[in-house]
């Protein structure tokens, strides 16, 4: 596994950074732009409404949240441990290609190794929806 150099080093973690904050006001938008939302949802609800779910957007906060929480950790290891762009899936460590780097900066696992990963996911959400609600999560309340 190649380490990487001090100045290089450098650069990646800038680029990281950089990303972070970009994400992180695009956070803050959402999170004015839902607060409006439900001041707004609010005012027409009426109270037999109230059971109702608020117009959030939690399908597009959440995954934004995960994301920098994920940066952050990325930006964390590559300070560490020196090491970025290499496939962490086990037997593996291949460079992960420079253009999905770009894409997506956060990517631990090149494609192969990701989609080998999304393949069995897939399963076991498959197989522990059958088995019934043992994530706990039984979703919203209607
Ligand atoms: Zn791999």
Redesign the pocket.
């Given at each position: 596994m190649a380490k990487l150099d001090e100045n290089k080093k450098k650069n990646v973690i800038e680029g990281l950074k950089n990303y972070l904050k970009e994400k992180e006001a695009e956070l803050k938008l959402l999170y004015a732009k839902t607060r409006i939302d439900l001041k707004n949802s609010q005012k027409i609800m009426k109270p037999e409404d109230s059971l109702s779910l608020p117009n959030v957007d939690l399908p597009r906060i959440n995954p934004l949240e995960e994301t920098i929480k994920e940066l952050k950790k990325t930006i964390l290891r590559v300070e560490k441990t020196e090491e970025y762009g290499t496939?962490e899936?086990k037997d593996?460590?291949?460079e992960i290609p420079e253009d999905r780097l770009k894409i997506n900066p956060i990517a631990k696992?090149?494609l192969?190794?990701q989609k080998k990963r999304d393949k069995k996911d897939k399963e076991k959400r498959k197989i522990a929806g059958m088995s019934g609600t043992r994530t706990g999560y039984s979703g919203p309340i209607y």
């Open positions: 496939c899936e593996c460590g291949e696992f090149c192969e190794c």
